[in-house]
Nanobody, 125 residues
Framework: QVQLQESGPGLVKPSQTLSLTCTVSGGSITTTGYAWSWIRQPPGKGLEWMGVIATDGSTYYSPSLKSRTSISRDTSKNQISLQLSSVTPEDTAVYYC?????????????????WGKGTRLTVSS
């Protein structure tokens, strides 16, 4: 069974770049066939899909976040990373790493087989 564990700084200042890491266990990020997504949930709001990295390394982003978002992977560590630049307090949220059945499914907001527990990120000076 695939397990995902997010990690991050917890607190970043406005205008900085946040970096989060998702460590995957129970399966390789390059051979399990999953599409590895980042999804966030701001306080009191619904889930927001941010982007995905496919098995072949190709990436796709939410149009609203595309200019500030970068998703990458470290195959030697079996990790997926998220960078979000120029953060504001609006980026305060719980950030989740998730394994979806395909890029098409996760872009439409469904098809998630596994979720991490999430990591809380606060943007404040």
């Amino acid at each position: 069974q695939v397990q995902l564990q997010e990690s991050g700084p917890g607190l970043v200042k406005p205008s900085q770049t946040l970096s989060l890491t998702c460590t995957v266990s129970g399966g390789s990020i390059t051979t399990t066939g999953y599409a590895w997504s980042w999804i966030r949930q701001p306080p009191g709001k619904g889930l927001e899909w941010m982007g995905v990295i496919a098995t072949d390394g190709s990436t796709y982003y939410s149009p609203s976040l595309k200019s500030r978002t970068s998703i990458s992977r470290d195959t030697s560590k079996n990790q997926i990373s998220l960078q979000l630049s120029s953060v504001t307090p609006e980026d305060t949220a719980v950030y989740y790493c998730a394994a979806g059945v395909s890029v098409a499914h996760v872009r439409e907001g469904y098809g998630i087989d596994y979720w991490g527990k999430g990591t809380r990120l606060t943007v404040s000076s």
